[in-house]
Nanobody, 120 residues
Framework: QVQLVESGGGLVQAGGSLRLSCAAS????????MGWHRQAPGKQRELVAT???????VYVDSVKGRFTIARDNAKNAVYLQMNSLKPEDTAVYYC??????????????WGLGTQVTVSS
C-alpha cells in the first residue's frame, strides 16, 4: 500500500559527502515522522535522524553537526545530507516513515535500504 524507495548511497572517501533521498508512494494521507536508520555489519539497527511534519528533528549524537535531515512534504520525501563522513558511518541506511493512509490506517514502513561505504 505504501512504498519507500531510497537512493543516493555509494562509496566515498572519509571526509566526503553523500545525499540520501527517500520517496514515499501509495495511498498516503499524511506522513508524521520520516527519517533514517542505519545498520552496520554485526550491529543493531540505530536511528540516525528523524523529522516530524511540524519540523521537529532528532539526531543520534554521533552525527550531530555533520548530517542534516530535510523533508519535502508535498513530495512525501525525506533527505539526509551527510558531510564529513567517517568510516564508522559505513552501513546500510534505511528510510522509515509513520504513515496515515487514505483508508485511515496508521502504519510504520521501511525502505529496502541503500549502502553507504566510507573508505579511510
Amino acid at each position: 500500500q505504501v512504498q519507500l524507495v531510497e537512493s543516493g548511497g555509494g562509496l566515498v572517501q572519509a571526509g566526503g559527502s553523500l545525499r540520501l533521498s527517500c520517496a514515499a508512494s501509495g495511498i498516503i494521507f499524511k506522513i508524521s515522522a520520516m527519517g533514517w536508520h542505519r545498520q552496520a555489519p554485526g550491529k543493531q539497527r540505530e536511528l540516525v535522524a528523524t523529522l516530524t511534519d511540524t519540523g521537529f528533528a532528532v539526531y543520534v549524537d554521533s552525527v550531530k553537526g555533520r548530517f542534516t535531515i530535510a523533508r519535502d512534504n508535498a513530495k512525501n520525501a525525506v533527505y539526509l545530507q551527510m558531510n564529513s563522513l567517517k568510516p564508522e558511518d559505513t552501513a546500510v541506511y534505511y528510510c522509515n516513515a509513520d504513515v496515515l493512509s487514505t483508508d485511515w490506517h496508521a502504519n510504520n514502513y521501511w525502505g529496502l535500504g541503500t549502502q553507504v561505504t566510507v573508505s579511510s
